[in-house]
């Protein structure tokens, strides 16, 4: 069971706007200024978008953009591109030197 | 460019042991805290361990501990996962990947293409 709870899956159409939660506790989302998010492609190495809860990646288009309220952090992908159809991983330090990943939310472009 | 390549990975029978490797290049090795992350076939990520820049600290998700030892070769620039007693819940791809940041605050921003483990009889 992961740490972090993410929806298993969102869809949005080309040019449309999703968001991706991420819900954890006051121990982890709550109380760290580092959630990060990632974009995991089937085969691929898994590729840092945000970091520090909003900071985007170097590369990473404005399209993607994250916040965070109380526990839950969100990563929302605007203009939706074919493209950016892949798999997202929230993650949070977790305390005790361990870190915790999200179960993972499929985006599906249709 | 800094680059992550994992290696070792391979089909083992459970309770059996095998050692992973990650080899760095492209940036100060000895200078970055790394990590090791997998992905079971059809789950999400999980943290397995993670070694500081100096090798002093380490740490490991309870479902590893006791099995699993994190070390690293600065001087080879090489991070490695000695995997013992596996079980058939051990198989993934083993990722490893770079952390920046300090102690526990920052982010993962390499990653390595992963290595497959498959433990079964």
């Known amino acids: 069971q992961s740490a972090l709870t993410q929806p298993r899956s969102v869809s949005g159409s080309p040019g449309q706007s999703v968001t991706i939660s991420c819900t954890g506790s006051s121990s982890d989302v709550g109380g760290s200024n580092y959630v990060s998010w990632y974009q995991h492609l089937p085969g691929r190495a898994p590729k840092l978008m945000i970091y520090d809860v909003s900071k985007r990646s170097s590369g990473v288009p404005d399209r993607f953009s994250a916040s965070k309220s109380g526990n839950t952090a969100s990563l929302t992908i605007s203009g939706l591109l074919a493209e950016d159809e892949a798999d997202y991983y929230c993650c949070s330090y977790v305390g005790s030197y361990t870190w915790g990943f999200g179960g993972g939310t499929k985006l599906t472009v249709l | 460019q800094v680059q992550l390549v994992e290696s070792g990975g391979g089909v083992v029978q459970p309770g059996r042991s095998l050692r992973l490797s990650c080899e760095a290049s492209?940036?100060?090795?000895?200078?970055?805290?790394m990590h090791w992350v997998r992905q079971a076939p059809g789950k999400g990520l999980e943290w397995v361990t993670f070694?500081?820049?100096?090798?002093?600290?380490?740490d490991y998700a309870d479902s590893v501990k006791g099995r699993f030892t994190i070390s690293r070769d600065n001087s080879r620039n090489t991070l490695y996962l000695q995997m013992d007693s596996l079980r058939a819940e051990d198989t993934a791809v083993y990722y490893c990947?770079?952390?920046?940041?300090?102690?526990?605050?920052?982010?993962?921003?390499?990653w390595g293409q992963g290595t497959l483990v498959t433990v079964s009889s």
């Open positions: 070694i500081w820049y100096d090798g002093r600290k380490k």
């Open positions: 492209g940036f100060t090795f000895s200078g970055y805290g």
């Open positions: 990947a770079r952390f920046i940041g300090g102690d526990f605050e920052g982010r993962f921003d390499y």
